[in-house]
Every structure is written in C-alpha cells, then in structure tokens.
C-alpha cells in the first residue's frame, strides 16, 4: 500500500529540511514502503517554499503545495487531503514533534485490518519531552471532556498526528474546519462512523525552533463549534451518516484481514464497547489528571 504523509507548513523554513530528511530516512531507505510527502506550504512569509523545492529536486517522492489566503492549519490540511494518491493518509507535523517511527507503527497497525490509527501521548509506553504547561493541563481536561461526551476511550483525540485509510478519508469528508479544530473533525467523523479505530503510544516534543501557531484563547471558539456539530450528529443523525457510509465500503471477503481481538486497542463501535472497560479507561484518565506526576507517559519538561 502506498504511504501518502501530508505536511501543514507556515514558516517552517527552520525545521521542513530536517522533518522531511528523518522521514525520507525512516519509510523508504530503511522500511523500503511506497510513499509521498506532500508539503503544504501555508503562505508562509520566509524561505519555507524555496527549502521544500530543493528537497524536490533530490526526491521526486516529495510534492509542494502552495496555498493562496486565507490561510490556516485546517485548510492546509484540507488542501493536502485533495492531493494525496496514496491508500494511507498520514498527518504529520513540521515542527519536528512527531517521531517517523511511529509513522510505521501507524501503517503496520493498518495493514493488520484497522482503518484509523490514533497516537496518544498519555498511553503506558509514549514518551512526551516539552510540553507547555499550560497547553498540557488544558489538552487532559478537553480531551476527557470529549471522552465523556463520546464515550470513548482514546484518549488524545486532538492531536494531529494520526493515519486514516485514504478511503475512510474520503468517506468522512468534505470537512468543514479551517483551523487546528480540524483533529476533531477528522478523528470524531471516523468515530461516528464505526471505523477499526487502534490506539497506540507514541514519542512527540515540543517545538525547539520557531513559535507554535496554536493560540489557545483564539482556538476555543473553533473546538467547540466542531465539538458541538460531531456531538449532535452522534446524537441526532449518526444512524443517517451510518447508513450512507456503510453503503461505500466494500463488502468483506474471505481474503479480509481479520482484526485480533485479544490486543489492547480499542475498536471504534462505542454503544457495543464493553461499558466497564470504558469506565475503568475513564477513571484512569481522571486519575492521571489528580496526579500528574504518576501518568503513565513519560512526561519531561
């Protein structure tokens, strides 16, 4: 299956050479897979573009998308989507946060029968280095809030990083959010729609060259309009979006591959989740948040 990973980029001239490189490493000299790197270059204002075109002319695995305003981490996003040829879709930060290793753990993870694979920073075995405080503290309270309004229990569903069948892609869409609200939109519309959803832990680290484009006072507004919409169509219409979803997808063969039911993920079908495992999920969560200094993650300032 080919590999398609899509960039976001707004001046990111300092970091796209170095995320590009480790990932060129990573997927096609060491594991050999079939892929693309898309960069979407999100009006950057310094050398972003000219950079991605260098790496172009080395690698003709790599593609430039140039956006015109208005600008925004949603509609990057969006406008990399469009472009993508593969058959796994992975969203993958500039900023040097993410690990390209996990970007295997994801395609595995998919060529083992699941459609969506969701990376937490908060599961027994992830490794988080540099995180803000601040931006921590609030990503744990919304992200229970989502578990409980959703009654799931992935644990990190507003984190980007995450790979999608490029089916379940275009199944879910076209989407709406223009900004960083796009990560619920994303994950929640796969949720909705029962898709093989399997988390796992993974590595990131905070930003060590250039300034974060999240703005967490400008941001609230967004997530909550994108929670509020996934929440009422879960609540009011799931069983319409079910329907015409489920007349999309191909109908399993005897060559299908069967999903393990003995492993620790969790699939996304929660009215038919096992409600004590979801609660006991739920209170470790609440647990973590009462004592932080005894998560699971690997958390380093």
């Known amino acids: 299956m080919k590999l398609s990973i899509v960039i976001p980029a707004y001046n990111e001239a300092g970091n796209i050479a170095a995320c590009v490189k480790e990932l060129q490493d990573v997927v096609g000299v060491r594991e050999g897979l079939d892929y693309e790197i898309i960069v979407v270059n999100d009006n950057s204002t310094d050398e972003t573009a000219a950079v991605v075109q260098q790496l172009i002319d080395n690698d003709s695995s790599v593609r430039l998308v140039n956006r015109t305003p208005p600008g925004g981490f949603g509609r990057a996003i969006r406008s990399g989507l469009d472009e993508v040829s593969g058959d796994i879709v992975v969203i993958y930060m ?4 993410d690990d390209p290793n996990d970007v295997i753990a994801y395609y595995r993870k998919i060529e083992d029968g699941y459609d969506c694979v969701f990376g937490s920073r908060f599961r027994t075995g992830s490794n988080v280095q540099h995180y803000p405080w601040l931006k921590l503290v609030v990503n744990r309270i919304v992200n229970r809030c989502i578990q409980l309004m959703f009654w799931t229990p992935y644990n990190d569903l507003t984190n980007a990083f995450k790979a ?3 089916s379940v892609i275009r199944d879910c869409g076209p989407y709406q959010a223009s900004h960083f609200n796009i990560t619920l939109e994303l994950s929640l519309s796969a949720l909705i729609r029962r898709y093989r959803i399997a988390e796992i832990p993974i590595s990131w ?3 060590q060259w250039g300034a974060s484009n999240l703005r967490l006072q400008e941001m609230g507004r967004r997530y909550l309009s994108t929670l509020l919409m996934m929440f009422f169509q879960r609540i ?18 005897a060559n299908d591959v069967t999903v393990p039911h003995d ?3 969790f699939e996304a079908d929660c009215e038919e989740r096992d409600l004590a495992h979801v609660l006991e999920e739920l209170q470790r969560v609440q647990k973590d948040l009462q004592s932080p200094a005894q998560q699971p993650a690997t958390v380093k300032s």
């Open 94 to 97: 500039a900023d040097l946060s």
């Open 263 to 265: 492993e620790v993920e």
């Open 164 to 166: 999608y069948r490029t």
């Open 205 to 207: 680290s905070g930003r």
């Open 236 to 253: 009011l219409v799931a069983d319409d979006i079910r329907a015409e979803c489920s007349t999309s997808r191909p109908h399993p063969s």
